[in-house]
């Protein structure tokens, strides 16, 4: 996988807000994690279409949306009413170029990301460099070695094979992520999860009835029903 295919995959804004009832899951987990809580500085790396941290700038001094697709860049912009935009930054920048001259954030979101970038332990390695002491990260993460992770893997290989697909998702073992966070000084402080693929049956079933059905399997954060390969964790950072 390389920058260029990750970019013209994600240029195709319609193909994400397709399947926009797990951006709706997630920002209610997101939400859950910050609920009465208010962040002065926030990064949402990679921001998307903004569906994830958008909803709650009314809890952010500043919030920053990075993204390197132009496509999603704009249509995080629509997402912000023109008299909060004071309190918004959109940068469309690769995340490894641009110069964060060590500024920290209060929340750092990476939701949608460790699949598709070459090195994810890299990436969240600097990622958990830009959280303040006592800050909060946010990490989303498909497990590949979860017994439904690894029956996704198999779907696109076979997918692959016969020609319908080209684009190809990294795996990233749940244990290991947990571990190189834990080993940065961070503390996990909530997680929620869930089996996010219908397979080749998600044409069967609306939005709407995609999000019943996860919740009525899954359960909402904090009343967990189930363990499932796509997760959600929130980590603090130490303090000292």
Known sequence: MNTSEVKAFFEQT??????????????ETVGHFIEGTHFNEVLDMPCGTGDISAPFLAQFGH???????????????????????????????????????????????????????SDPFRFLSESMALVKPGGLLIVQNTDSRHWFGRIIHLYLALRRIIGLDKYKLNKVPERDMIQAIHDAGFEKVGAFSYNQSFLGFSRLFSNNAKYRLTRKYFGHPGLSRGSGSDATFAFRKSAN
Not at 14 to 27: E, F, G, K, Q, S
């Open 63 to 117: 919030l920053t949306m990075m993204d390197f697709s132009e496509n999603m860049v704009a249509t995080a912009k629509s997402r912000i009413a023109p008299t909060d935009s004071h309190k918004v930054t959109f940068v469309n920048s690769d995340f490894y170029a641009f110069p964060f001259a060590g500024k920290q954030y209060d929340l750092v979101l990476n939701i949608g990301i460790l699949a598709h970038i």
């Open 14 to 27: 319609d193909v994400y807000l397709t399947y926009n009832y797990n951006l709706r899951i997630r920002a």
